[in-house]
């Protein structure tokens, strides 16, 4: 997108946010699912332009902090035999594990690396064929075609030494699982826009018509995010539930068939953890059958390993939707981006780092009464593409 100035002008979205408070008539309570997104209402203060009957909670949607402890300790594991190459994006490497981060075992004489793509791990494989090189592969679809294309290009080039260690994780059964868990309160959703610029939105449709709750695929400037809000609490309101899509400029129905056709090529969908939330069906990918010889799981036979969050840390609940990062009495003294009790404080697209950063810790958590308008600064965002 070249020109960005319009979906951050402030008076419109002042204005929106007034035409959110015309429309809603009772209490409303809705998820954006993406932490791009959650980042954005955090800094432009957004869900405090809201009127009080629109409340927003923040869902699993940052990548990182949905990465299973189990798998955070198998990379723990890889990464600590001799002679491997143990490559990664940066914000994994201070996701506390059970044993400890990424990070520390570098500086314990561990070979971590990095990388700013699963190319560049494939390069460095490339360049060191006497060692294992190993990408540990995270995220949400829109990382998933990049990932695929790695291991694809390993296998076509004949480069043995390169594997990927796999957490991929898919929006829709999480979608599911959020609306099936006791206690939901969520009753629509902002979807994922980076998401659905890959996967399309079609098989949104199959979870509004099941669970009758709306959906709007949203974008991630402040204009996007009320619009999107709008959207969906209009719905509300009328009693309908649809799949809609505001972030018409970069999303349609279908999807990017070509970043879809290589993700099935390499993966299959198979069973998942998620951090905080547990095992759900059918919510992840995995390396397929034929790809096996670039499966770091399979090659290293890392076995199930005993597992445990810290007690105190509530991310799983503000994962779900269920509590907010304020409600921890950790959040901003015992629980820092410094001194991070779980994920959900590593990544920039956490929700509590979200908060932290801009200063909610330092605030009551007392709710406004009244849309106020803000002004919204022309900086620019940090990219929202983890999701």
């Known amino acids: 997108m070249r020109y960005v100035d319009e979906y951050r002008d402030g008076e419109i979205a002042a204005g929106i946010a007034r035409r959110v408070a015309e429309t809603a008539t009772r209490p409303w309570v809705l998820m954006e699912v993406c932490g791009g997104q959650t980042h954005s209402i955090v ?12 409340e927003l909670v923040h869902g699993p949607g940052c990548p990182v902090c949905v990465t299973s402890l189990e798998m955070i300790d198998k990379a723990h594991a890889i990464a600590s035999r001799p002679g491997v190459i143990f490559t990664s994006f940066g914000d994994m490497l201070r996701v506390p594990g059970s044993r400890g981060d990424l990070l520390a075992l570098r500086g314990r004489g561990a070979d971590v690396r990095v990388v700013y793509s699963p190319l560049d791990a494939l390069r460095i494989a490339r360049e060191n064929p006497s060692r294992p090189v190993v990408f540990f592969g995270i995220g949400f679809e829109t990382t998933a075609p990049a ?37 939901n ?10 998401v659905c610029a890959v996967m399309g939105y079609r098989e949104y449709e199959a979870l509004v018509a099941r669970y009758r709750v709306p959906i709007v695929v949203t974008g991630f400037e402040p204009v996007d995010l009320l619009e999107g809000v709008l959207m ?13 899509n505001q ?66 840390c509530i991310s799983g609940l503000i994962l779900r939707g269920l509590k907010k990062p304020g409600d921890c009495p950790a959040f901003g003294a015992r629980c820092t981006p410094q001194t991070p009790l779980g994920a959900t404080m590593v990544s920039a697209e956490g929700a509590c780092a979200a908060y932290y950063q801009y200063g909610r ?27």
């Open 147 to 183: 990932n695929a294309m790695a291991v694809h290009q390993a296998k076509r080039l004949g480069v043995s030494n390169f594997s990927m260690l796999v957490s991929h994780v898919l929006v829709p059964p999480a979608i599911a699982a959020i609306l099936q868990a006791p206690g």
């Open 185 to 194: 309160r969520v009753q629509g959703f902002l979807g994922p826009g980076h």
């Open 43 to 54: 800094r432009y203060g957004l869900d405090r332009m809201l009127p009080p009957e629109v």
């Open 361 to 387: 810790y330092l605030e009551s958590s007392r709710r406004p009464d009244a849309v106020r308008p803000v002004a919204i600064p022309h900086a620019d965002v940090p990219a929202a593409g983890g999701e």
């Open 232 to 244: 969906t609490v209009t719905q509300l309101e009328q009693g309908r539930a649809e799949v809609e």
């Open 247 to 312: 972030y018409v400029r970069a999303v349609s129905r279908e999807g990017n068939l070509g970043a879809r056709d290589v993700i099935f090529e390499v993966f299959e969908v198979a069973d998942r953890k998620w951090r905080g939330v547990g095992s759900i069906p059918k919510s992840g990918y995995r390396i397929r059958y034929e790809y096996r010889a670039h499966d770091a799981e399979r090659i290293f036979e890392v076995e199930a390993i005993d597992t445990k969050e810290p007690e105190e």
